[in-house]
């Protein structure tokens, strides 16, 4: 089949973007471009690559057959780039990360400084809750992914990088505020605001919960850290939340950390990559960037 590169680039703008018109915003050209290739490809193929049905573009089984073999032929690609550049003495390309929104307050400072010792790389990062990041592992879509709870279905790669303590909050007025060594079965009356089902973060404080036999009762279940402060902040009720989603000024967002014992929660941050997975020299440099941040930490 002769297909070339840019085509397949433009296929999987489409199936990533999920339109023709967003697909060609992506890809910097006009839409009837993007239909043209589109009709290229299928012709050379011989079967339909997607349809569209209620407005909703989905790909066809030949379409997703195409989507995989894309993906692992332009990943290749980019990591001959980039072991020819490390044969040249560079550390150049694309690195793919994609993260859980709870890492969006620190992925930005680590990338920000691993961009400056490596000033020719260029970053492609998606932030999405922890289902959609696992998604992606499962696909092999990224060279990594960053989460506090690496899925344990899943035959994959795990390294510890990064402490992430997990912290108890209540409005900056609760009358606990000041006290210390609160227990937390003194807390069966409070009301909880925590994040959805499925988030790292909720796995691990449910998980501690039912090791302390505590049952929290449960007023709202948020998918947004920035949602669950102000709803906090709002009185609506306690949390828990990764002690890197508050920044350094809890009490200016009306905010405290309750000194609850058996808390923070003892959790990390971890780098995660399918088993056997070949990770290109850019991934495996950011991978010694990650352990020697950790060691200055």
């Not at 692992?72 to 072991?83: G, K, N, S, V, Y």
């Not at 859980?100 to 620190?106: C, G, L, P, Q, R």
């Not at 000033?119 to 960053?146: A, K, M, T």
Request: proline share 5%; with cysteine.
């Amino acid at each position: 089949m002769n297909i070339t590169f840019r085509q397949l680039q433009t296929f999987l703008a489409l199936a990533e973007q999920g339109s023709i018109t967003a697909a060609a915003r992506a890809m910097h050209v006009t839409q009837p471009t993007v239909s043209m290739q589109l009709k290229d490809m299928a012709d050379t193929i011989g079967l339909p690559l997607y349809e569209v049905t209620g407005k909703k573009l989905q790909l066809t089984d030949a379409g997703r057959e195409l989507e995989a073999t894309a993906r692992a032929m332009l990943l290749e690609w980019d990591r001959l780039e980039q072991r020819i550049a490390a044969q040249r003495g560079l550390t150049a390309g694309r690195l793919r990360l994609a993260v859980v929104s709870t890492a969006k307050y620190f992925t930005p400072r680590l990338l920000g400084d691993f961009c400056r010792m490596h000033p020719d790389v260029e970053i492609s990062l998606e932030v999405l809750n922890r289902d959609g990041v696992v998604q992606r592992l499962r696909d092999n879509v990224d060279d990594l992914y960053i989460m506090s709870k690496p899925p344990a279905d899943i035959d994959a790669v795990a390294h510890a990088f990064l402490p992430n303590p997990l912290v108890l909050i209540a409005p900056l007025a609760h009358p606990l505020a000041a006290h210390r060594g609160i227990a937390l079965a003194d807390l069966h009356a409070e009301r909880f605001v925590l994040r959805e089902k499925g988030s790292g973060t909720r796995l691990n404080t449910d998980a501690h919960f039912a090791t302390q036999r505590f049952v929290p009762r449960l007023r709202l279940e948020m998918g947004s850290n920035e949602a669950l402060k102000q709803a906090v902040a709002g009185g609506l009720g306690m949390s828990v939340v990764s002690r890197h989603a508050l920044g350094p000024d809890v009490a200016g967002q009306g905010l405290v950390v309750l000194d609850v014992a058996g808390f923070p929660i003892t959790s990390n941050w971890y780098t995660v990559h399918l088993q056997g997975k070949r990770l290109s020299p850019l991934a495996q440099a950011f991978m010694g960037y990650l352990n020697r941040f950790a060691a200055a930490v």
